[in-house]
Protein backbone atom coordinates (compact mmCIF):
# COMPACT_ATOMS: atom_id res chain seq x y z
CA UNK A 1 0.00 0.00 0.00
CA UNK A 2 2.94 2.11 0.75
CA UNK A 3 4.09 1.94 -2.88
CA UNK A 4 0.74 2.72 -4.39
CA UNK A 5 0.47 5.97 -1.78
CA UNK A 6 3.90 6.95 -2.93
CA UNK A 7 2.52 7.06 -6.80
CA UNK A 8 4.69 3.74 -7.68
CA UNK A 9 1.99 1.27 -8.23
CA UNK A 10 2.35 -2.11 -6.96
CA UNK A 11 5.18 -4.11 -7.14
CA UNK A 12 3.77 -6.92 -9.10
CA UNK A 13 3.43 -4.01 -12.03
CA UNK A 14 6.67 -3.10 -12.05
CA UNK A 15 7.69 -5.70 -14.86
CA UNK A 16 5.38 -3.90 -17.36
CA UNK A 17 6.63 -1.73 -19.90
CA UNK A 18 3.54 0.53 -19.75
CA UNK A 19 3.68 1.55 -22.75
CA UNK A 20 0.03 3.48 -22.81
CA UNK A 21 1.88 5.88 -20.64
CA UNK A 22 3.92 7.01 -24.04
CA UNK A 23 1.06 8.20 -25.81
CA UNK A 24 0.39 12.16 -25.91
CA UNK A 25 -1.97 13.97 -27.79
CA UNK A 26 -0.56 16.88 -29.90
CA UNK A 27 -1.44 20.80 -30.95
CA UNK A 28 -4.16 19.20 -33.30
CA UNK A 29 -5.83 16.67 -31.36
CA UNK A 30 -3.88 13.58 -32.62
CA UNK A 31 -2.17 10.69 -30.70
CA UNK A 32 1.70 10.89 -30.78
CA UNK A 33 3.87 8.21 -29.48
CA UNK A 34 6.52 9.96 -27.51
CA UNK A 35 10.42 9.20 -29.02
CA UNK A 36 11.77 7.27 -26.52
CA UNK A 37 9.21 4.91 -26.72
CA UNK A 38 8.94 4.66 -30.69
CA UNK A 39 12.81 4.21 -30.95
CA UNK A 40 12.68 1.05 -28.75
CA UNK A 41 9.71 -0.52 -31.12
CA UNK A 42 12.15 0.93 -34.07
CA UNK A 43 14.84 -1.26 -32.41
CA UNK A 44 13.49 -3.89 -32.19
CA UNK A 45 12.19 -4.18 -35.71
CA UNK A 46 15.46 -3.08 -36.84
CA UNK A 47 16.80 -6.15 -34.74
CA UNK A 48 14.30 -8.75 -36.44
CA UNK A 49 15.66 -8.00 -39.81
CA UNK A 50 18.97 -8.29 -38.89
CA UNK A 51 17.86 -11.68 -38.16
CA UNK A 52 16.12 -12.49 -41.36
CA UNK A 53 18.95 -10.97 -43.33
CA UNK A 54 21.04 -12.99 -41.22
CA UNK A 55 19.93 -16.56 -42.89
CA UNK A 56 20.81 -17.52 -46.70
CA UNK A 57 19.17 -20.18 -48.36
CA UNK A 58 19.74 -21.51 -51.45
CA UNK A 59 18.50 -20.45 -55.01
CA UNK A 60 19.15 -23.62 -56.51
CA UNK A 61 18.12 -27.14 -54.68
CA UNK A 62 19.52 -30.54 -55.96
CA UNK A 63 17.49 -33.01 -53.76
CA UNK A 64 16.89 -37.07 -53.88
CA UNK A 65 14.34 -38.49 -53.20
CA UNK A 66 14.61 -42.10 -51.41
CA UNK A 67 11.69 -44.15 -50.62
CA UNK A 68 11.66 -47.27 -48.72
CA UNK A 69 10.44 -50.22 -50.73
CA UNK A 70 11.11 -53.06 -48.27
CA UNK A 71 8.92 -55.31 -46.96
CA UNK A 72 8.19 -53.12 -43.79
CA UNK A 73 6.39 -50.95 -46.13
CA UNK A 74 3.38 -53.62 -47.10
CA UNK A 75 2.16 -53.46 -43.29
CA UNK A 76 -1.18 -52.07 -43.38
CA UNK A 77 -1.66 -49.53 -40.35
CA UNK A 78 -1.99 -47.05 -43.30
CA UNK A 79 -4.79 -47.65 -45.42
CA UNK A 80 -4.47 -49.60 -47.77
CA UNK A 81 -0.73 -50.24 -46.85
CA UNK A 82 2.35 -48.30 -46.59
CA UNK A 83 3.41 -48.14 -49.85
CA UNK A 84 0.58 -46.88 -51.43
CA UNK A 85 0.32 -43.95 -49.09
CA UNK A 86 3.89 -42.89 -49.01
CA UNK A 87 4.11 -43.14 -53.18
CA UNK A 88 0.81 -41.12 -53.01
CA UNK A 89 2.18 -38.38 -50.93
CA UNK A 90 5.53 -38.11 -52.61
CA UNK A 91 3.63 -37.36 -56.13
CA UNK A 92 1.81 -34.56 -54.26
CA UNK A 93 5.37 -33.53 -52.63
CA UNK A 94 6.95 -33.61 -56.10
CA UNK A 95 4.06 -31.44 -57.61
CA UNK A 96 4.29 -28.70 -54.80
CA UNK A 97 8.53 -28.80 -54.74
CA UNK A 98 8.66 -27.69 -58.18
CA UNK A 99 5.67 -25.70 -58.17
CA UNK A 100 7.77 -23.85 -54.79
CA UNK A 101 11.17 -24.54 -56.31
CA UNK A 102 10.61 -23.92 -59.85
CA UNK A 103 14.45 -23.95 -60.74
CA UNK A 104 15.56 -26.83 -58.87
CA UNK A 105 16.07 -30.05 -59.67
CA UNK A 106 14.69 -33.54 -58.21
CA UNK A 107 15.39 -37.40 -58.58
CA UNK A 108 14.12 -40.59 -57.29
CA UNK A 109 16.02 -43.42 -55.72
CA UNK A 110 13.84 -46.67 -54.23
CA UNK A 111 15.13 -49.68 -51.99
CA UNK A 112 14.85 -52.99 -51.66
CA UNK A 113 16.30 -56.47 -51.73
CA UNK A 114 19.15 -54.84 -50.00
CA UNK A 115 20.13 -52.64 -53.09
CA UNK A 116 19.78 -49.14 -54.29
CA UNK A 117 17.50 -48.38 -57.38
CA UNK A 118 17.54 -45.07 -59.17
CA UNK A 119 13.77 -44.55 -60.49
CA UNK A 120 14.57 -41.17 -62.29
CA UNK A 121 17.53 -39.21 -62.50
CA UNK A 122 18.42 -35.32 -61.53
CA UNK A 123 15.70 -33.20 -63.97
CA UNK A 124 13.36 -30.44 -63.26
CA UNK A 125 10.10 -32.29 -64.68
CA UNK A 126 7.70 -33.06 -61.93
CA UNK A 127 5.69 -34.83 -64.95
CA UNK A 128 8.45 -37.98 -65.43
CA UNK A 129 8.76 -38.38 -61.66
CA UNK A 130 4.98 -38.73 -60.82
CA UNK A 131 4.90 -40.98 -63.87
CA UNK A 132 7.35 -43.38 -62.40
CA UNK A 133 5.76 -43.24 -58.92
CA UNK A 134 2.26 -43.85 -60.46
CA UNK A 135 3.80 -46.96 -61.83
CA UNK A 136 3.04 -50.46 -59.80
CA UNK A 137 6.14 -50.12 -57.41
CA UNK A 138 6.81 -53.52 -55.54
CA UNK A 139 8.28 -53.92 -52.24
CA UNK A 140 10.98 -56.80 -51.51
CA UNK A 141 12.99 -57.90 -49.00
CA UNK A 142 15.25 -55.77 -46.58
CA UNK A 143 16.11 -52.09 -47.06
CA UNK A 144 20.29 -50.80 -47.13
CA UNK A 145 20.09 -47.17 -46.17
CA UNK A 146 23.91 -46.77 -47.11
CA UNK A 147 23.70 -48.32 -50.49
CA UNK A 148 20.58 -45.31 -50.78
CA UNK A 149 22.86 -42.71 -49.35
CA UNK A 150 25.73 -43.90 -51.51
CA UNK A 151 24.34 -43.12 -54.63
CA UNK A 152 22.31 -40.25 -54.00
CA UNK A 153 25.98 -39.14 -52.60
CA UNK A 154 27.16 -40.22 -55.96
CA UNK A 155 24.93 -38.23 -57.87
CA UNK A 156 25.26 -34.99 -56.19
CA UNK A 157 29.14 -34.63 -56.54
CA UNK A 158 28.40 -33.46 -60.16
CA UNK A 159 26.08 -30.60 -58.79
CA UNK A 160 27.26 -27.26 -59.08
CA UNK A 161 29.12 -25.13 -56.11
CA UNK A 162 25.98 -23.22 -56.30
CA UNK A 163 23.93 -25.60 -55.80
CA UNK A 164 22.39 -27.13 -52.35
CA UNK A 165 22.51 -30.66 -51.96
CA UNK A 166 19.40 -32.27 -50.00
CA UNK A 167 18.47 -36.25 -49.65
CA UNK A 168 15.18 -36.84 -47.67
CA UNK A 169 14.13 -40.26 -47.21
CA UNK A 170 11.28 -42.02 -46.47
CA UNK A 171 12.22 -44.79 -44.11
CA UNK A 172 9.48 -47.45 -43.11
CA UNK A 173 11.80 -50.27 -41.58
CA UNK A 174 13.57 -50.73 -38.34
CA UNK A 175 16.61 -52.14 -40.32
CA UNK A 176 18.73 -51.91 -42.54
CA UNK A 177 21.58 -54.15 -44.32
CA UNK A 178 24.43 -53.07 -45.33
CA UNK A 179 27.73 -53.90 -47.30
CA UNK A 180 30.05 -51.73 -44.97
CA UNK A 181 30.13 -49.13 -42.32
CA UNK A 182 27.53 -46.69 -42.35
CA UNK A 183 29.56 -44.25 -40.57
CA UNK A 184 31.96 -43.71 -42.79
CA UNK A 185 29.18 -42.80 -45.55
CA UNK A 186 28.53 -40.28 -42.84
CA UNK A 187 31.60 -38.79 -42.97
CA UNK A 188 31.54 -38.56 -46.84
CA UNK A 189 28.22 -37.19 -46.68
CA UNK A 190 29.40 -34.32 -44.31
CA UNK A 191 32.51 -33.74 -46.17
CA UNK A 192 30.34 -33.11 -49.22
CA UNK A 193 28.11 -30.77 -47.62
CA UNK A 194 25.04 -33.20 -48.34
CA UNK A 195 22.01 -32.46 -45.82
CA UNK A 196 20.09 -35.26 -44.89
CA UNK A 197 16.94 -35.69 -43.47
CA UNK A 198 14.54 -38.36 -43.09
CA UNK A 199 10.19 -38.92 -42.51
CA UNK A 200 10.36 -42.25 -39.71
CA UNK A 201 6.96 -44.31 -40.09
CA UNK A 202 7.09 -46.45 -37.48
CA UNK A 203 9.27 -46.31 -34.26
CA UNK A 204 12.18 -43.86 -33.73
CA UNK A 205 15.84 -45.29 -34.83
CA UNK A 206 18.72 -43.97 -33.31
CA UNK A 207 21.26 -44.04 -36.64
CA UNK A 208 18.28 -42.03 -38.65
CA UNK A 209 19.13 -39.40 -35.63
CA UNK A 210 22.29 -39.02 -35.62
CA UNK A 211 22.59 -38.92 -39.67
CA UNK A 212 20.17 -36.51 -39.20
CA UNK A 213 21.80 -33.82 -36.57
CA UNK A 214 25.49 -34.64 -37.61
CA UNK A 215 24.54 -33.56 -41.50
CA UNK A 216 22.08 -30.87 -40.27
CA UNK A 217 19.18 -32.34 -41.20
CA UNK A 218 15.70 -33.10 -39.78
CA UNK A 219 14.78 -36.72 -38.21
CA UNK A 220 10.36 -37.03 -37.56
CA UNK A 221 8.29 -39.97 -37.33
CA UNK A 222 4.78 -39.75 -38.60
CA UNK A 223 2.07 -40.70 -36.42
CA UNK A 224 -0.69 -41.24 -39.42
CA UNK A 225 -0.97 -40.55 -43.01
CA UNK A 226 -1.87 -36.91 -42.38
CA UNK A 227 1.10 -36.04 -40.18
CA UNK A 228 3.18 -37.61 -43.20
CA UNK A 229 1.72 -34.84 -45.71
CA UNK A 230 2.35 -32.20 -43.36
CA UNK A 231 6.39 -33.27 -42.44
CA UNK A 232 6.65 -33.73 -45.93
CA UNK A 233 5.63 -30.78 -46.73
CA UNK A 234 7.79 -28.76 -44.87
CA UNK A 235 10.43 -30.00 -47.70
CA UNK A 236 9.18 -28.03 -49.86
CA UNK A 237 10.59 -24.46 -48.87
CA UNK A 238 14.55 -24.62 -48.89
CA UNK A 239 16.33 -24.53 -45.81
CA UNK A 240 19.39 -22.09 -44.32
CA UNK A 241 22.49 -23.13 -46.47
CA UNK A 242 25.39 -24.91 -44.54
CA UNK A 243 28.28 -22.62 -43.69
CA UNK A 244 30.43 -25.45 -45.17
CA UNK A 245 28.53 -25.24 -48.57
CA UNK A 246 28.26 -21.09 -48.66
CA UNK A 247 30.88 -20.15 -51.04
CA UNK A 248 33.47 -16.53 -50.17
CA UNK A 249 32.08 -15.28 -53.83
CA UNK A 250 29.10 -14.87 -55.37
CA UNK A 251 28.79 -17.18 -58.94
CA UNK A 252 27.00 -16.25 -61.15
CA UNK A 253 24.80 -18.81 -63.43
CA UNK A 254 23.88 -18.42 -66.97
CA UNK A 255 20.33 -19.13 -67.76
CA UNK A 256 18.38 -19.17 -70.68
CA UNK A 257 14.41 -17.09 -71.21
CA UNK A 258 13.42 -18.42 -73.90
CA UNK A 259 10.48 -17.30 -75.74
CA UNK A 260 7.16 -19.43 -76.45
CA UNK A 261 6.61 -20.31 -80.07
CA UNK A 262 3.66 -21.65 -81.92
CA UNK A 263 2.39 -22.69 -85.83
CA UNK A 264 5.42 -24.11 -86.98
CA UNK A 265 5.60 -28.29 -86.88
CA UNK A 266 9.20 -29.03 -85.36
CA UNK A 267 11.29 -31.53 -83.66
CA UNK A 268 11.19 -31.34 -79.87
CA UNK A 269 14.54 -32.48 -78.38
CA UNK A 270 13.64 -33.23 -74.78
CA UNK A 271 11.02 -36.27 -76.36
CA UNK A 272 12.09 -36.36 -79.85
CA UNK A 273 8.52 -35.83 -81.28
CA UNK A 274 7.03 -33.14 -83.49
CA UNK A 275 5.03 -30.80 -82.00
CA UNK A 276 4.05 -27.41 -82.98
CA UNK A 277 4.46 -25.38 -79.62
CA UNK A 278 7.26 -25.25 -77.81
CA UNK A 279 10.20 -23.10 -76.41
CA UNK A 280 13.34 -22.23 -78.54
CA UNK A 281 16.71 -22.13 -76.34
CA UNK A 282 18.02 -18.80 -77.05
CA UNK A 283 21.85 -20.24 -77.26
CA UNK A 284 21.11 -23.03 -79.76
CA UNK A 285 17.42 -22.01 -80.85
CA UNK A 286 16.58 -26.27 -79.78
CA UNK A 287 12.88 -26.69 -78.80
CA UNK A 288 11.81 -27.74 -75.80
CA UNK A 289 8.32 -28.68 -74.88
CA UNK A 290 7.61 -27.47 -71.32
CA UNK A 291 9.83 -24.94 -68.32
CA UNK A 292 11.74 -25.37 -66.45
CA UNK A 293 13.93 -27.66 -67.71
CA UNK A 294 17.65 -28.24 -69.58
CA UNK A 295 18.42 -27.54 -73.03
CA UNK A 296 19.46 -31.36 -74.06
CA UNK A 297 21.52 -29.61 -77.31
CA UNK A 298 23.69 -26.96 -74.70
CA UNK A 299 22.95 -27.83 -71.16
CA UNK A 300 21.81 -24.18 -70.64
CA UNK A 301 19.11 -24.03 -67.81
CA UNK A 302 15.69 -22.47 -69.05
CA UNK A 303 13.28 -20.91 -66.96
CA UNK A 304 10.76 -18.30 -67.33
CA UNK A 305 10.95 -14.77 -65.86
CA UNK A 306 7.42 -15.01 -64.30
CA UNK A 307 8.95 -18.33 -61.81
CA UNK A 308 12.49 -16.75 -61.28
CA UNK A 309 10.29 -13.92 -60.12
CA UNK A 310 8.44 -15.91 -57.49
CA UNK A 311 10.82 -17.61 -56.40
CA UNK A 312 13.23 -15.21 -55.87
CA UNK A 313 11.82 -13.89 -52.72
CA UNK A 314 13.64 -17.61 -51.00
CA UNK A 315 17.13 -15.04 -50.97
CA UNK A 316 16.12 -12.17 -49.95
Aim: glycine fraction near 6%; charge should be positive.
Amino acid sequence: MDDEENGKGYAWEGSFERSWDGIEEDESGALKIQAHVASSGDKARQRRQQMLQRVRKGLIRYVYVVVDLSKGMSQKDWKPHRCAVVTEEVQRFVADYFDQNPISQLGLIGIKSAIAVKLSDLSGNPTHHIEILKSSLTVHGEPSLQNALEMARNALKIVPSYGSKEIIVMYGSLTTTDPGDIFGTLAALKRDSVRCSFVGIGAEMHLLKRIAKETHGTYSVALDAPHFRDLLSAFTTPCPSLASSVAKFATLVEMGFPQKRSGVLSLCVCHQTFTTMGYLCPRCKSKSCQLPTVCVVCSLPLVSTALYNKYYIYTT
